[in-house]
């Protein structure tokens, strides 16, 4: 199985994107809070999925576990749909990911100064993080922290719970810290929207530990929503909801 990077996963959303641009929102800056909000509805499913078939299935039932990991990637999905909003590629997001591991346990501020620096640690030469690289640093950071990384699915519901946190503080920025222009024309705003979007990956990627969801795995489904997601026929109903014709 493959191990997607984010170049890879962002591509795969600017070519859906591309296909559709004359049918759908246009992405710009502006649009980025529809994208945040349509990542709320689908992790709506993530957590309807352990409303209806309960945590455990999630580890033993190889149907549940698949449509399980299919909507978090819908997740993920629209979370880069938003980084594309505001010009945000692969370069960028990881130095943010990375950042915001090295400062763990230090600081969740940041600077004008420290952004435009070199990195100086063990990751300074990575551009382009993989899922797997992802999970990794954050395994080491909740080590760290003395937690633990071992499979706990009745900790999964708690762990949603962080990610609805993260989530409603990113559409909270943008409407209370001057929106998306500030995201666009200020470094350090734009810098603090990038950590908070990294809290929503880091959230996600908690439930995942506690599922033993492997990166293998959700860069799997996520290949084979794309594909499904560039082959379908897209209709729009009265209603406003799309459905396959």
């Not at 990384?149 to 943008?174: I, K, T």
């Not at 666009?184 to 950590?195: G, T, V, W």
């Amino acid at each position: 199985m493959s191990d997607l990077k984010i170049s890879q996963m962002l591509d795969m959303q600017n070519r859906l994107y591309e296909l559709h641009r004359h049918e759908w929102r246009p992405r710009t800056a502006l649009t980025a809070n529809y994208q945040l909000l349509w990542s709320v509805d689908e992790l709506g499913e993530v957590i309807a999925i352990i409303k209806k078939k309960e945590s455990l299935a999630v580890m033993e039932n190889e149907a549940v576990r698949a449509h399980f990991v299919e909507e978090m990637d819908d997740v993920f999905m629209y979370l880069f749909d938003a980084l594309q909003c505001f010009g945000v590629n692969e370069h960028e997001f990881t130095r943010a990911y990375v950042e915001k591991y090295e400062l763990s346990g230090l600081t969740s501020s940041r600077s004008a100064s420290f952004l435009s620096s070199k990195w100086t640690h063990g990751v300074k030469d990575v551009k382009d993080l993989s899922l797997g690289e992802m999970i990794e640093l954050r395994k080491k950071q909740r080590e760290s922290l003395g937690l633990s990384n071992e499979p706990d699915h009745a900790d999964s519901p708690f762990r949603l719970f962080s990610v609805v946190e993260a989530l409603g503080a990113a559409g909270g920025f943008l409407r209370s810290r001057g929106g998306a222009e500030a995201v666009c024309k200020n470094i350090n705003d734009r810098a603090d929207f990038l950590e908070i979007i990294v809290d929503v990956f880091l959230a996600m990627f908690d439930v995942a530990l506690s599922l033993g969801i492997t990166a293998q795995e959700l860069s799997y489904q996520y290949e084979k929503k794309f594909d499904y997601n560039m082959n379908r026929d897209w209709h729009k109903q009265n209603d406003n909801l799309y459905e396959d014709k």
